[in-house]
């Protein structure tokens, strides 16, 4: 079982940053895929940002070149940078993991078994 807590949220301008943090309970961290997804308001959760045990990364379109994603196996914990955030970004973003023997990048709902709570991001305009 793989506890996920999200962290990082808040409310920013248009063009500001943030950085989104996810701990894991699990001891065996490294070896899990990592992935974000975001649900905007009266919308379907939809991919973000995934990242898999050997640090290959994919971003989505709507993100490429302002979020990155990365992993401190050390800290059991993966990160998403946020650089100049629009208002479409504002969501409810959620930190999945995959604890199977992928070597793949999971950029679907239905690749993750554990999921946090999420925490919301709200850009102003």
């Known amino acids: 079982q793989v506890q996920l807590v999200e962290s990082g949220g808040g409310l920013v301008q248009a063009g500001g940053s943030l950085r989104l943090s996810c701990a894991a309970s699990?001891?065996?961290?490294?070896?899990?895929?990592m992935g974000w997804f975001r649900q905007a308001p009266g919308k379907e959760r939809v991919f973000v940002a995934a990242?898999?045990?050997?640090?290959?990364?994919v971003d989505a379109d709507s993100v490429k070149g302002r979020f990155t994603i990365s992993r401190d196996n050390a800290k059991n914990t993966v990160f998403l940078q946020m650089n100049s955030l629009k208002p479409e970004d504002t969501a409810v973003y959620y930190c999945?993991?995959?604890?199977?023997?992928?070597?793949?990048?999971?950029?679907?709902?239905?690749?993750?078994?554990?999921w946090g709570q999420g925490t919301q991001v709200t850009v102003s305009s």
């Open positions: 699990a001891h065996t961290f490294r070896t899990l895929n």
């Open positions: 999945a993991a995959d604890d199977s023997s992928s070597t793949q990048l999971i950029t679907r709902q239905h690749g993750y078994v554990y």
């Open positions: 990242i898999t045990r050997a640090g290959s990364t």
